[in-house]
Each structure stands twice: as structure tokens, then as C-alpha cells.
């Protein structure tokens, strides 16, 4: 089974939100379908079936490896790299 092997380098107490949605969702008028937030920088975007997948590009031009789901009564963590919940 695959292991992740960033998730000792998080900060630690996790970075507060940027904002309450996906700030480029709201610029471009688009809705997100879900959001996730970054645990590197607290950078809160759409997930991927949303239709810019602004979650996704931060993490190509940040390289923030870990993000969370930032969705009421969820609590799961996805590693890009590693391609694994965490």
C-alpha cells in the first residue's frame, strides 16, 4: 500500500483558511462544486470536478503537496504526489 511521505512536514497547527470560498471561482462567475484547502498555506480552492480545478493548478504552481477537504462533516487530506488519502 501506497504511504504518503509528506505529511510530516505540514505545519503544525494547520494554516487558518485564506477565505470561505474559491476566490477564483468568484472572479471568473463560476461556481465550485466542492472546496479543499491547501495545508501548506491555508489556500482554500475548488476541487476537481469543479470546472477549473483551481485546487489542483495551486498545488502545480505552489507545490504544496497535501490539501483537505474543506466541505462541512468531511475530514479527509489527499496527497498530489503521492496520489494517496492521508
Given at each position: 500500500?501506497?504511504?504518503?511521505?509528506?505529511?510530516?512536514?505540514?505545519?503544525?497547527?494547520?494554516?487558518?483558511?485564506?477565505h470561505?470560498?474559491?476566490?477564483?471561482?468568484?472572479?471568473?462567475?463560476?461556481?465550485?462544486?466542492?472546496?479543499?484547502?491547501?495545508?501548506?498555506?491555508?489556500?482554500?480552492?475548488?476541487?476537481?470536478?469543479?470546472?477549473?480545478?483551481?485546487?489542483?493548478?495551486?498545488?502545480?504552481?505552489?507545490?504544496?503537496?497535501?490539501m483537505?477537504?474543506?466541505?462541512?462533516?468531511?475530514?479527509?487530506?489527499?496527497?498530489?504526489?503521492?496520489?494517496?488519502?492521508?
Amino acid at each position: 500500500m501506497k504511504q504518503c511521505t509528506h505529511t510530516d512536514a505540514l505545519p503544525h497547527p494547520e494554516p487558518a483558511p485564506s477565505h470561505e470560498t474559491c476566490q477564483e471561482c468568484l472572479a471568473e462567475g463560476t461556481h465550485p462544486v466542492q472546496l479543499r484547502m491547501c495545508l501548506g498555506c491555508g489556500h482554500v480552492a475548488c476541487c476537481d470536478s469543479s470546472p477549473n480545478r483551481h485546487a489542483t493548478a495551486h498545488y502545480k504552481e505552489s507545490g504544496h503537496p497535501v490539501m483537505r477537504t474543506f466541505e462541512p462533516g468531511e475530514d479527509w487530506r489527499w496527497c498530489f504526489v503521492d496520489h494517496v488519502l492521508v
